[in-house]
Structure formats: C-alpha cells, structure tokens
C-alpha cells in the first residue's frame, strides 16, 4: 500500500523581550518633591502574525504620579518600526504614556505603522523609553510594574490595576520583565 503523508512545516511563533530598569530614585530637597525614573524597552525576535494595537502599561505603588518634570522627553517611547527587506530604512514614531488612574499609565500605539509602497508596511519591532514618576515631600521606596500587551483581536486595549497587579483587557497577551517590580533605593539631591 502506498501512502502520503503530508507534514504541516512548523513556524515558531515570535516572541518578545520585555525590560524595565531603575534608572534613579531621589529626593529633591530644593522642590520638595521624589522622582522615580524607570528605562523600559521590549523588542520582538521576528515579525509578528497579528497587527492590531499595542499596549505598553505601568504601575505603581503610592500617590506617585507621571510627571515631566526632569526632561520632556520622559514618558515618551521611541518605537522602531522596519519593513520587510533590507534596502528598507528603519524609522521612529513615538507613542505617550498617559495616566489611566492615580496608579497606572498607558501608551497604545498601532503595530502596522503606514505603507511604503503598495501592499508592503512598516511594523513596530521595538521601543524604548523613560518613565518619570514623582511625589511631593519624601518617600524612602517606590514599586514600579512595567508589562507590553501585544492584541490578538481588534479590539480597544486597555488596563486596570489592582494593588501592583496589572491586568489587559481580553485579547490581549501580556509579557512582563523577568526582573518583575523595580524598587527604589533613596539618595538625596539639593
């Protein structure tokens, strides 16, 4: 008997790397007031299947606050977007984080990010950016959650948090640092 048998080939998923990084945590006595600065950046291996909105979503502990006060670059992420092929050149967008609630923010950005000639465009495969919380008075410790949600259905995307725990609306994957919290170690500045 003489049969066929037919293989599926097997396409690895992509899959993505999420960092977040202190950065500094002081108290400035001359304003009165601490800042918490966080680096966060994730980068996919290949190219997503999916193409809808992303998310980037953060959280914290106490009544910090997404501030601008250090540089008014802060809470902005770069995003590197690529096409497919290399005599294409690479180019950046950026997206801002925005506060949700008192205890979280968010920066939704879409992953198609425009044509370069028909039928072809680009993709965000990375970003990158600091985050700046800050308080007014002295606070000895800070708790800083960072997560990327990559959206799977076209939907809305959105976050809540409780306590420092971040949750994505459905459809939604989620990736975390491996490092997880960031805490804050206190110096002070004049």
């Excluded at 502990?61 to 902005?76: A, Q, V």
């Excluded at 028909?118 to 950016?129: A, D, L, M, N």
């Excluded at 809540?160 to 971040?166: A, D, I, K, N, V």
Aim: proline share 2%; net charge positive.
């Amino acid at each position: 008997m003489n049969r066929k048998y037919f293989f599926k080939k097997y396409v690895p998923l992509a899959s993505v790397t999420v960092k977040n990084t202190k950065n500094s945590y002081y108290y400035k006595s001359s304003v009165d007031r601490t800042y918490f600065l966080i680096d966060v950046s994730w980068s996919w291996d290949k190219e997503p299947a999916v193409h809808w909105t992303d998310i980037a979503g953060a959280g914290w502990d106490g009544n910090y606050e997404l501030t601008k006060h250090i540089s008014s670059t802060n809470n902005r992420l770069s995003l590197t977007c690529v096409g497919n092929g290399s005599a294409i050149a690479d180019k950046t967008v950026y997206a801002y984080m925005t506060s949700s609630d008192i205890n979280a923010g968010k920066a939704t950005f879409a992953m198609n990010q425009g044509a370069y000639y028909v039928q072809s465009f680009y993709w965000v495969k990375s970003g990158s950016g600091r985050i700046e919380l800050s308080i007014v008075g002295h606070d000895n410790n800070a708790e800083f959650i960072f997560k990327y949600g990559h959206a799977t259905l076209s939907t809305s995307p959105s976050i809540s948090l409780g306590g420092l725990s971040l949750s994505f609306s459905s459809g939604i994957d989620t990736f975390t640092p491996s490092t997880g919290a960031v805490y804050g170690g206190r110096a002070t500045i004049k």
